[in-house]
Nanobody
Framework: EVQLVESGGGLVQAGGSLRLSCAAS????????TGWFRQAPGKEREAVGC????????YYVNSVKGRFTISSDNAKNTVYLQMNSLKPEDTAVYYC????????????????WGQGTLVTVSS
């Protein structure tokens, strides 16, 4: 069974950092693009960024560029989202998902989703 499990969410003050993990089982992460997405209360799910199957290329949305970094450890079958300089508007449930291609970092084309982890940034 293909499964993604996110962890690492929590409460942090503005300006702080968190690292989210997305542990994969039932497949190998380097067979898929992996993306991070988020959904704030009352808003649609949106992309944060995606990483290529090889792990050497990434895509980020403008709002997180320079603050967030996606990386992968294929030996651990895990993808990470390092979030620095967090802002209250980053508050959301964060999801990882598998997709066909990292440049198609769109929630509508992702194929497998994790259950999400809540990140709350206080001002």
């Amino acid at each position: 069974e293909v499964q993604l499990v996110e962890s690492g969410g929590g409460l942090v003050q503005a300006g702080g950092s968190l690292r989210l993990s997305c542990a994969a089982s039932g497949f190998i992460v380097d067979d898929y693009s992996t993306g991070w997405f988020r959904q704030a209360p009352g808003k649609e799910r949106e992309a944060v960024g995606c990483i290529s199957t090889s792990g050497d290329a990434t895509y980020y949305v403008n709002s997180v560029k320079g603050r967030f970094t996606i990386s992968s450890d294929n030996a651990k079958n895990t993808v990470y989202l390092q979030m620095n300089s967090l802002k209250p508007e980053d508050t959301a449930v964060y999801y990882c998902a598998l997709g066909p291609y990292y440049r198609h970092c769109d929630p509508d084309v992702q194929e497998v989703w994790g259950q999400g982890t809540l990140v709350t940034v206080s001002s």
